[in-house]
């Protein structure tokens, strides 16, 4: 196959990158959280679509699917999503010596949002938090780089070598797959295994001095964290 094949004008459908009203949409995806502190997330992000192949972008570019739409965003929570619910909680400890993480030490002083006022105090959830992209973000956008990699972007040059037509339509349930596998993948890290053998978020952050202590921001992670994260701009928004 050769480009000839592409109308790049009259056959672009696909779009890979932010749109301005990204958060709208995805406030129906009927996916995620979208409480208190909630943030859209790409299932599939905009960086994995950069520096790829020209004749890879053009097989996207007619391909119609768009990382905007709600079939393929998510709500998610950020810590001081589960702050909020847990300061109240006079059964979750906090020792403000032991915490090492900007947000962790506003425990006690985070309140609602105005634009959230009329959204009751509710847990988030066992999903991971989208932010920062250096707690989990990034090596998620690794992860999912390198899956459509293999499974997508490999495929469709092989194709162009033996002079094979692709299909826009099996591209579209490529990308689709990887959606669905991610967003799996998501919801399992969630409510999956932290420190000292807990389960799911409230496992961990309500022993996080003690049987979760070495792992407990595990389900919070995105993507695997191997060490703790110590630096003073995590979840700092």
Known sequence: MSEDHIDAVRDRKGIYYKSSNYRVDCESCNKGFHGNRWE?????????????????????????YNINKPYSM??????????LYFQKDSTVPFVKANEKTTTMLKWGSIAKK???????????GDFPCHNPVNFGHV?????????????????????????????????????EDAKDHFWKDLVKRGKG????????VEQNIRNRYGTAKNGWW???CMADVPEEPVSSSLFQK
């Open 114 to 124: 105005t634009n959230e006022a009329a959204i009751p105090i509710a847990f988030p």
């Open 218 to 220: 595990k389900p919070l």
């Open 139 to 175: 090596k998620y956008n690794a992860n999912v780089a390198d899956y459509l990699e293999e499974n997508v972007w490999v495929v469709l040059l092989k194709k162009k070598a033996k002079n094979v037509h692709f299909k826009p339509q099996d591209v579209k349930e490529e990308l």
């Open 193 to 200: 295994l932290g420190g000292g053998g807990c389960l799911g």
């Open 74 to 83: 998510a709500g998610l929570p950020n810590l001081q999503s589960f702050i």
């Open 40 to 64: 859209a997330h790409h299932i599939l992000p905009g960086v994995v679509f950069c520096d790829l192949d020209s004749f890879v972008k053009e097989c996207l570019g007619v391909t119609d």
